[in-house]
């Protein structure tokens, strides 16, 4: 079992590789033939020069570090409002007809919508760009939270009455653990959206932040700065997504079977 387990991932990472080296790949006989201008696609070449231009010169180190810290800050805001209320709800549907449509009906709403509402209830500071990120994120954690904690199996519920279990060790005992796995899916995939709406969040009236040096870098047509930064935020992605997947390991490890 623990040689096929170790097959299994070392195939995922050379699939992982093998696509990694196809797009490479064909970038490269995109840029190098001619096929595509370098003003519209810079090749590779010229984009890993841009991004030690921008860490020697230009500082991103530091942009990175203010756009990691709203992403940080707006998640567990999101985390510790959306999680206990999707929680409370799941478990009594006594207000759940009220804040189920007020969530609905956020839902919906593009967050891009809510910046010059925000700018002119909070200026341009931080404050602004972490009430984007709620907003764009609390709404769907509420629901995924809800749905998870909705969604514990029957079977377990009906055997822990059965055995004598009350309703508070049935809250605490059954439906709290066993929807806290996919309580933690949710909250990987809201982080990963938190992401691409932290860049909507520094394309407007900020002064630092990685969408700042996206939009600075459109102004002054330098293509290979947009390419880099938008690499980059690919590859924070990636680590930010490893993370959740070893706590997912670490904290669950009875579902790891299930998982695969």
């Known amino acids: 079992m623990q040689i096929q387990k170790q097959i299994k991932k070392s195939n995922y990472l ?35 020069e841009a991004t030690i231009k921008l860490f020697t010169e230009f500082n991103l180190f530091s942009d990175i570090l203010v756009s990691v810290y709203r992403i940080l800050t707006g998640f ?24 189920e449509h007020i969530a609905i009906f956020f839902r919906y709403i593009p967050p891009a919508a809510f910046i010059p509402l925000s700018i002119l209830w909070f ?17 769907w954690m509420f629901f995924l939270t809800l749905d998870s904690v909705r969604n514990t199996k029957k079977e377990l519920i009906e055997a822990g009455y059965t ?21 933690w899916d949710a909250m990987r995939l809201m982080i990963s959206t938190l ?3 932290v860049i909507v969040a520094e394309l407007i009236a900020a002064n630092s932040g990685l969408g700042h040096v996206i939009i600075q870098s459109q102004r002054f ?9 938008i690499i ?8 930010t997504d490893y993370l959740f997947k070893v706590g997912y390991k670490k904290f669950f490890p009875w579902t790891e079977r299930v998982r695969g």
């Open 123 to 139: 200026g341009v500071g931080e404050i602004e760009k972490l009430f984007i990120l709620f907003i764009s994120g609390a709404p």
């Open 232 to 239: 980059i935020i690919g590859i924070l992605g990636l680590i």
């Open 221 to 229: 047509l330098q293509t290979a700065n947009v390419i880099a930064v």
């Open 76 to 99: 567990i805001l999101v985390v510790l409002i959306a999680v206990p209320l999707g929680i409370l709800i799941g478990v009594n549907n006594k207000f759940g007809e009220y804040l």
């Open 14 to 48: 050379l699939k992982g590789l093998i696509g990694f080296l196809s797009f490479l790949l064909l970038w490269v006989l995109l840029t190098s033939t001619g096929l595509v201008k370098p003003f519209f696609l810079p090749s590779p070449l010229s984009v890993i």
């Open 163 to 183: 055995l004598g279990a009350s309703e508070r060790q049935i809250y605490f005992k059954i439906i709290f653990p066993g929807s806290l796995p996919s309580i």
């Open 195 to 197: 992401w691409t709406f």
